[in-house]
């Protein structure tokens, strides 16, 4: 079951076979949470954003166009519903903006922890739209192909939204004190 293509568990669980949307769910969820986790930077907002993903997901998998790729079905979703949140959060969030990335020595610490905080801000600074490219595309790993079916964009549109996120990423983190190098 685990080989079993996402059209093949998407056709099955509108038959009604309950287990194989169970196999959707734990093969998307840990990417679904990640990606809410990026774009939010809450762990318990992301967590209630991927519950409401699956819920949706369920709801809607009627509607799953089988002619495109079932995770950027979904992660569309996951970026909708991530956006959502965000809008009916206050301006000023607090951001703890920690990955973890090993152990790294002492000497390390407060380096690593004051660039974090500086990207976590200079991240959350960008208007949605952007941050949803960086998201999709530095810390998903999502193709430049794979990011415009998500977005809904064309491939262009999502090349030029990234560019300017980059820049813009840039400008913010050099504000914060971290010039390029």
């Known amino acids: 079951m685990n080989d ?3 059209g093949a568990l998407v056709r099955r669980t509108c038959s009604g076979e309950p287990r194989a949307f169970e196999t959707l769910v734990r093969r998307h ?3 679904v949470f990640n990606a ?3 774009m939010l930077h809450d762990r318990e ?10 819920l949706k997901v369920y709801e809607h998998l009627g509607e ?3 002619s ?3 995770y950027s079905w979904i992660y569309r979703i996951a970026l909708n519903e991530s956006i959502k949140s965000l809008q009916r959060r206050k301006p000023t969030a607090a951001l703890d903006f920690e990955t973890p990335d090993g152990t790294p020595g002492p000497e390390g610490v407060l380096d690593r ?3 974090s905080d500086g990207m976590a801000a200079a991240i959350m600074s ?3 739209e952007y941050r949803a490219v960086i998201v999709l595309r530095h810390f998903m790993d999502c193709s430049y192909e794979d990011m415009a079916a998500i977005l809904e964009l064309p491939e262009k549109t999502v090349k030029s939204r990234l560019f300017s996120a980059r820049q813009l990423l840039k400008t913010a983190m050099e504000t914060r004190g971290w010039a390029s190098e």
Do not use: G, I
């Not at 907002?45 to 699956?54: G, I, K, L, M, Y």
């Open 36 to 38: 809410a986790l990026r």
């Open 45 to 54: 907002e992301a967590r209630d954003v991927s519950q409401t993903v699956f």
């Open 64 to 66: 799953y166009d089988p």
């Open 4 to 6: 079993e293509s996402d």
């Open 29 to 31: 969820e840990k990417t």
């Open 126 to 128: 960008l208007r949605t």
């Open 68 to 70: 495109h790729k079932f």
């Open 113 to 115: 922890r004051q660039l």
